[in-house]
């Protein structure tokens, strides 16, 4: 399974951006798939999670009410959507997928992670 993150950018507080992530290689409608960040000196940390069907997703504190994770099967890609963006939010993110459903937000039980996407929220 290889991953693409893009929809990365410069956007001032308050703003919104739709990051994408397209999945190639084998299938992933039977993975998990998740958003995790980094900001500098900072470790990677979970943001959002969703299940191989769409039927659960998983939240960080940080980024409730104001991200969306989402899912789109057929055009195998994955979506997270920040609205209310903060300049705490600037951060590589990074997508992942995994088998199964369970643990969907320990990013150490995820298998295949892609490159990551900058965000840079100004204040």
């Known amino acids: 399974v290889q991953l693409q993150a893009s929809g990365g950018g410069l956007v001032q507080a308050g703003g919104s951006l739709r990051l994408s992530c397209a999945a190639s290689?084998?299938?992933?409608?039977?993975?998990?798939q998740g958003w995790f960040r980094q900001a500098p000196g900072e470790e990677r940390e979970f943001v959002a999670a969703?299940?191989?069907?769409?039927?659960?997703?998983n939240y960080a504190d940080s980024v409730k009410g104001r991200f969306t994770i989402s899912r789109d099967k057929v055009k195998r890609t994955l979506y997270l959507q920040m609205n209310s963006l903060k300049p705490e939010d600037t951060a590589v993110y990074y997508c992942?997928?995994?088998?199964?459903?369970?643990?969907?937000?320990?990013?150490?039980?995820?298998?295949?992670w892609g490159q990551g996407t900058q965000v840079t929220v100004s204040s």
């Open positions: 290689g084998s299938t992933v409608s039977n993975h998990a």
């Open positions: 969703i299940t191989w069907d769409g039927g659960s997703t």
């Open positions: 992942a997928a995994k088998l199964g459903s369970v643990y969907i937000s320990l990013q150490k039980t995820y298998n295949y």
